[in-house]
T-cell receptor, first 113, second 113 residues
């Protein structure tokens, strides 16, 4: 069965610093990969997605992610974090013909001023 | 284009009662999926509906059920509520099944007393 691992439960960065959130997946073929962000009490907002093609994908709010097949990873990056980026970030995969998203456990980002 | 809407946003019920949650997908989207989010279990897939038919189901008891109408709106029902059913219930819609982007609603916060 497919699985998603986000090894960092909680990350704290200073405003203006760079950010990298890690995501590893387990699946035999290339999955469809997503990053979502959730603010407290809210739903999930799509940041970016990878289906195929260029392995570096750009998303909203200045985020980008790189798909590395050899490492089964899809890490999320941002060169300069803003205080408003504080939220919980989820990596997710979809495989095959089902719409079932399998999520990682999430990484809570705290931004210090 | 309006996003995914969910009603109600908050619900308080007591054990043994039943509850119905509603989801209106983005216009033109035909696939609706439901997820349960709890602090202990994270985000878990409940089921997916496409063209009024349940296409996939997660590992939840039969107390959890759903349906989809001809206009793609969906409802989920939980009967004989238990304390452990307290959660944020999220609905997501996509244009088609499988590897397509899912857009989430704000969720319904269910509290079971």
């Amino acid at each position: 069965a497919q699985s998603v691992t986000q090894p960092d439960i909680h990350i704290t960065v200073s405003e203006g610093a760079s950010l990298e959130l890690r995501c590893n997946y387990s699946y035999g073929a290339t999955p469809y990969l997503f990053w979502y962000v959730q603010s407290p009490g809210q739903g999930l907002q799509l940041l970016l997605k990878y289906f195929s093609g260029d392995t570096l994908v750009q998303g909203i709010k200045g985020f980008e992610a790189e798909f590395k097949r050899s490492q089964s990873s899809f890490n999320l990056r941002k060169p300069s974090v803003h205080w408003s980026d504080a939220a919980e970030y989820f990596c997710a995969v979809v495989t095959g013909t089902a719409s079932k998203l399998t999520f990682g456990t999430g990484t809570r980002l705290q931004v210090t001023l | 284009k309006a996003g995914v809407t969910q009603t109600p946003r908050y619900l308080i019920k007591t054990r043994g009662q039943q509850v119905t949650l509603s989801c209106s997908p983005i216009s033109g989207h035909r696939s609706v999926s439901w997820y349960q989010q709890t602090p202990g279990q994270g985000l878990q897939f409940l089921f997916e509906y496409f063209s009024e038919t349940q296409r996939n189901k997660g590992n939840f008891p039969g107390r959890f059920s759903g349906r989809q109408f001809s206009n793609s709106r969906s409802e989920m029902n939980v009967s004989t509520l238990e304390l452990g059913d307290s959660a944020l219930y999220l609905c997501a819609s996509s244009f088609k099944q499988g590897g397509d982007t899912q857009y989430f609603g704000p969720g319904t916060r269910l509290t079971v007393l």
